[in-house]
């Protein structure tokens, strides 16, 4: 049996080509993905500690937020210290040479200026020894032209960017201060005064030759005091490596669960190729089991079969993973996403890619084994060579009927239950359901949709769609595969557009200006609102500034700008707000009983009630509803040192908005770590991020989607072996070559455009689930489809498929007709 097995493997090889491609493409998936990420790993074992490889000893803060610099001279006059110096890291903004800011978040670091401790790979010149004195990463110096020498003006939160002069380039790359943007380094005092910061994030020590470091550390300790941590360079060492690899690791997670996706899908492609080939082999296996094989050596057979064809398709699915992988590594720089390490192909790698498509393979293959393993001897006497199709059975039918409709109402009782639990329980089992239920529901949908390729195409059509229906379970199972992958793109592009939708939505009602002005990564310095204000070009300048006293949330106001947000005002006159006037929203001026022209207390000040409003913005840290509105003025003489990361700007009366541009640009070029946007550019630097990971998920989930499309191929490939004699009569009573061509091709289409329509149908299911759930929790989501980027899946899965048909039709009309009339 052994040998005839590998015999029937040989000479079927090209039967069971499309279905190795599916685990060849999913192995390489794992393959790469492991290769990758492992590459990385490595390389962030090797770099983790790139900036400690000098230090002995570490003084962390515990219970403050920073550690004030006179505590540094402290620790360097211990006993035993050769060197000890207070480490910063900040952001901050470069300004070009050519006057405008350097695009990228902007790292900010201050460096040790004790040799002991020094730990930088310098490219070119020299690390800063003295305040003014600048070093920048090798790639935004020679970006930018800058020479060693030159004034650079860096900025950051403390105010105004300053000159400072460049001394050298390091190396950063691959490091945790590669953040995909410039590298700026500065001495600890200039860190402390470009920043505004009061202290150090940590201390690091050096010790001297020789001294007992166990000793030191508690002779540190008792200096640092209670709030303050001292750590070995061990523990600093395994800190770091620890946090390199969780987050390797993490990013591996999540490239698992896309694999996962696509090995689920060459698993419904593998055991539906099974389930074709081996029907199709119904009167041979009738034809053994009648000279005395036995029906465990059948089955024994079969997953010898499918065993060899996953180890030498798994193989394959390796050595296309290192490609992958290399070009996964290639791409990403480009991309300006910092990657570390290079490939690293471990054994474990290739084993889990050889174990994982060959188990893959022989258990998608059990299930079709076993029902080959009933066929009676007698069947050997038929003259049929593919036994009729066997309909799904009634307890599948009704179980997959009621688990499709547990699902459907799981999802649309969803925001109802207030529970995100059910959004992913009712996805699951509509999916499950459908897959159940797919002998019925798939052949019917291909009916419907069949109807007018009927009435264009006349007998063409009618062949196609009788040929798509005849084995329910088989185009179930082909369909099927392509749910799961559209299912998931479709579900987060509808996800995707309407959270954009959702916070366009937010900023029209946020923002009622022309101009916006925003920090990069941190809140606006604290003389740019009042430099902006200064200008006779802009008429209204109000920063965005809040605080949380007493569980109330007090706000920052401008009476032109306060009523963009409100829903209603019960008393008063909102626009009343001004210096010594509050807005009060209703639920707190119910719970404190005010009114207008009630007194309130602020920050010790008293106050006048000028309106009770209603506001539907949500809040920040407090009860809803319990919020005052103070204006800029008020607001800035009782918390001056609060901070906003975004300022609203409109030109003054009669002022063009060019202008006032013109005026907005001239005060942020002293300010690099700033940006101007207007409405539009503001909302797509809020709705970029959802784009990106939109294309991230699309280009991962698209590997599914190809899998399930060569299942496609696979099935109509098989079906036309199926149908040698058949294809061969229609020939013969004058079906053209084009017409034959046509009736796989429709065919081919009405399998694909049923999986599709399922899979968006799903996946916009979900995400409705989703958006009216987190519209119910407090949020402005409203589902809205992206007709045309659905449009697009189905127009591409349509396109694939007529793809799909094109060798399958040259394998049915490749044969001479009265050869193809005596197959058996």
Sequence with gaps: MIRLTLRSLRAEALRMLLSALAVVLGVAFVAGTMIFVDGMRSGAYERAGTFDRHTDLGVYSAGREVLPPALVDRVRAVDGVAAASGELTNTAGIVGADGRPVLGFTMLVAIPTEDALRSYDVVAGRLPDRAGEMVLDAPTAAEQGFGLGAAVRIGATGGAARPYTLVGTVDVAGTARDVGGPFVGLVGPDALALTGERGYGRIMVAARPGVDVAALTEQVRAVSGADATVKSRQQILDEAVEDAVRNVDQFRMLLLIFVGVAIVVAGFVIANTFAIVLAQRTRRTALLRLIGATRGQVFRSTLLESAVLGLVASALGVLLGVALAAGLRLLLPRLDVPVTGGLSVTGSTVLTGLLLGTGLTVCAALLPAWRGTRIAPVAALTDAAVQPSRGAGRVRLSVGAVVLAVGVAALAGAASAGQLLLVAVGGVLTFFGIVLFGPVLVPALAR??????????????????????????????????????????????????????????????????????????????????????????????????????????????????????????????????????????????????????????????????????????????????????????????????????????????????????????????????????????????????????????????????????????NTLSLSVVERTRENAVLRAVGLTRGRMRAVLAVEAVLMALVGAVLGVGLGTGVSASAMALLDRLGGDFHVVLPLGQLGLILGVAVLAALLASVLPARRALSRPVVEALADQ
């Design 448 to 713: 419907v949709f069949g109807w007018p390729v009927r009435r264009v195409l006349g007998t063409i059509g009618e062949l196609a769609v009788n040929n798509t229906v005849r084995n329910p379970r088989r185009v179930a199972a082909t369909a099927t595969a392509l749910v799961i992958g559209i299912g998931l793109v479709s579900a987060f592009m509808v996800g995707a557009r309407s959270t954009k939708d959702g916070i366009e939505r937010s900023v029209d009602a946020q923002i009622g200006t022309d101009f916006v002005v925003s920090g990069i990564g941190q809140d606006l310095p604290a003389a740019l609102v009042g430099e902006l204000a200064s200008r006779p070009e802009l008429g209204v300048v109000h920063e965005q500034r809040s605080t949380i006293v007493d569980d109330v949330e007090i706000r920052a106001a401008h009476p032109a700008l306060v009523g963009r947000t409100l829903s209603g005002v019960l008393a008063g006159d909102a626009e009343r707000v001004g210096p010594g006037q509050v807005l009060v929203h209703s639920e707190l001026a119910r719970a404190r009983g005010w009114q207008v022209g009630s007194p309130v207390t602020v920050g010790g000040r008293s106050f006048r009630v000028a309106a009770v409003v209603t506001d539907d913005t949500p809040g920040r840290d407090a009860p809803t509803g319990h919020v005052i509105d103070l204006s800029d003025q008020d607001f800035a003489a009782l918390f001056p040192a609060q901070r906003g990361y975004l300022a609203e700007i409109d030109p003054a009366a009669g002022v063009s908005p060019e202008r006032a541009s013109d005026a907005i640009t001239t005060v942020l070029g002293r300010y690099p770590t700033v940006n101007l946007m207007d409405q539009g550019a503001y909302k797509k630097m809020l709705t970029g991020t959802v784009d990106m990971l939109l294309a991230f998920v699309t280009a991962l989930l698209g590997l599914a989607v190809m899998i399930a499309l060569v299942g496609v191929a």
